[in-house]
């Protein structure tokens, strides 16, 4: 089974080539910072961007910070350089996020070259992946791509490149019903694997009633984070996706019900407040009660 040992309310991606906003990204109060090699980074800078952000994992600051990397995507010719750098740090980000994965052979990649590069060095770090769904093959996949590998923890869906993939609008401004569909579609494989299910960002900088509407949706949906792409994202974030007390209370009177109701000998119905109970609702009282303990 996958784990999380921490949340992941909040994401904020950073700019790689960005060695300013690296220094400060730890600063930031997010759950996980997501160092970008790949869209923030311009075709001619990517060696040079790859050299600071190894260069800035190895300062003291982001010791114990949750940090994951964005390589750019399988079959650029950078992909390959952005991994064995990566899996050589001797204390280096806790994942990977392997953009445009559009099958298992993706991940079947990269996994084996993070294992060649690990056992090169005699590390047995448990270098994690996150696949991010921004294709329509990727949607078309995403069952075979949960599956795939064993470090994968974490599905992220990405609207920009999405968008562009499928011809539809992208922006700030696009309608949340028409990404239900593929909202769905991620959030189902990755319950059906055992995966963090994180929300791509709001395609705008401001905290405003369009950011809001998008993060409440994802968090009703069952997401268990969203992406920001500026600092000003991450306070909301954190405080809409941490389990308020109602639903604290509310889990542990559901675990506290069916954890009696077992003593009894587990005879007849179990309900509370007239709502049935079962193995289902339990493992939503755990999720609830885990993100709460994560996040205290």
């Not at 990727?138 to 949960?146: K, M, Y």
């Not at 997401?223 to 500026?230: E, L, M, R």
């Not at 506290?256 to 309900?271: D, F, I, K, T």
């Amino acid at each position: 089974m996958h784990t999380t040992p921490a949340p992941r309310r909040s994401c904020l991606s950073v700019p790689g080539s960005s060695a300013s906003m690296l220094a400060k990204a730890p600063t930031r109060g997010a759950d996980e910072i997501v160092i970008d090699l790949e869209d923030a980074v311009a075709v001619s800078a990517k060696d040079d961007a790859r050299a600071t952000v190894i260069a800035a994992l190895r300062e003291p600051q982001w010791q114990g910070v949750r940090c994951s990397v964005r390589v750019n995507a399988p079959r650029t010719p950078w992909c390959h350089a952005d991994i064995i750098a990566l899996a050589s740090l001797a204390q280096g980000p806790q994942s990977i996020v392997v953009p445009k994965v559009e099958g298992a052979g993706d991940l079947a990649f990269v996994e084996r070259l993070v294992d060649g590069v690990q056992a090169s060095a005699g590390d047995v770090r448990p270098l994690r992946v996150q696949a991010l769904i921004e294709t329509a093959g990727g949607v078309s996949h995403v069952h075979e791509i949960a599956a795939a590998s064993p470090r994968l923890d974490a599905l992220i869906l990405g609207y920009a490149d999405l968008a562009a993939s499928l011809g539809r609008t992208a922006g700030a401004g696009a309608q949340l019903d028409s990404w239900r569909a593929i909202q769905d579609a991620i959030l189902l494989a990755a319950r059906t694997y055992d995966l963090a299910a994180i929300d791509g960002p709001y395609l705008g900088v401001a905290v405003d009633a369009g950011f809001t509407a998008a993060a409440e949706r994802a968090r009703e949906m069952g997401f268990d984070g969203k992406w920001a792409i500026h600092p000003a994202q991450v306070a909301a974030l954190n405080a809409l996706f941490e389990p308020t007390g109602e639903e604290i209370e509310h889990a542990q009177a559901v675990i506290g019900a069916l954890a009696e109701a077992e003593r009894a000998g587990g005879h007849g119905a179990v309900a509370l407040d007239g709502q049935m109970l079962d193995e289902a609702v339990r493992v939503a009282a755990l999720r609830v009660l885990a993100r709460a303990h994560a996040a205290a």
